[in-house]
């Protein structure tokens, strides 16, 4: 099936040590995005990348990068990660002009920073 | 800007209860909506969409009605089960691809 996947589903790091978290599709969508979900919350937008095209939010803080070497995987780097990048990290993607862009979700990663 | 608004939960009701989970939403123009279902430690899971006034999305036996006049795309089950139990989100579509809009969404308990 065709699906969109994030790995790892948990992840653990230390105050200030990089991670990187990863998603991979097998949709063949043009568009990725990564989402910041904290506790009861709803998800927020970090950016997208529509093709190797990059949009950032314009409120995402400077410690979130993130890379899209090809169609099928993007990654999300937290360089310096705090105690308040604590959160659920979903990735999403949508082909524009199919479905009413409707987005499709992966499973998430949950970090936890210690 | 847009936004949703949906009613706090959680909300906790019996196994074959009627569910309504209300949504009210702000935009400029004419948004295309959506109901996302979250389960627990999974991602989001699109439930149904509408996209235009008077439109019912429907899906697992959930119904929403696209109510332009009163700015609603409300949430229904006839009777619930326990395996809905879960975090329903609404969301608005609007403009670009990239544009979705999420409520803070609203936890569903269904107890035996």
């Known amino acids: 099936d065709a699906m969109v996947i994030q790995n790892p589903r948990y992840q653990v790091t230390q105050f200030g040590k990089p991670v990187t978290l990863s998603c991979s599709q097998t949709?063949?969508?043009?568009?990725m995005y990564w989402y910041q979900q904290k506790s009861s919350q709803a998800p927020k937008l970090l950016f997208h990348?529509?093709?190797?095209?990059?949009?950032n939010e314009a409120d995402t803080p400077d410690n979130f990068q993130s890379r899209r070497p090809n169609t099928s995987f993007c990654f999300l780097d937290i360089r310096s990660p705090g105690l308040g990048d604590a959160a659920m990290y979903l990735c999403?993607?949508?082909?524009?002009?199919?479905?009413?862009?409707?987005?499709?979700f992966g499973p998430g990663t949950r970090l936890t920073v210690t | 800007g847009n936004s949703v608004t949906q009613m706090e939960g959680p909300v906790t009701l019996s196994e074959e209860a009627f569910l309504t989970i209300n949504c009210t939403y702000t935009?400029?123009?004419?948004?295309?909506l959506f109901w996302y279902v979250q389960y627990p430690g999974e991602g989001l899971q699109l439930l149904l969409k509408?996209?235009?006034?008077?439109d019912k999305g429907s899906n697992k036996g959930f119904e929403a009605t696209y109510r332009k006049e009163t700015t609603s795309f409300h949430l229904e089950k006839g009777s619930v089960q326990v395996s809905d139990s879960a975090v329903y989100f609404c969301?608005?579509?609007?403009?670009?691809?990239?544009?979705?809009?999420f409520g803070t969404g609203t936890k569903l308990q269904v107890i035996p």
């Open positions: 999403a993607t949508s082909k524009p002009g199919q479905g009413l862009y409707e987005q499709y």
């Open positions: 949709l063949n969508h043009n568009v």
């Open positions: 990348y529509y093709d190797k095209d990059f949009n």
């Open positions: 935009a400029t123009g004419y948004p295309s």
């Open positions: 509408a996209t235009k006034a008077d």
């Open positions: 969301a608005l579509r609007e403009g670009g691809y990239q544009k979705v809009t």
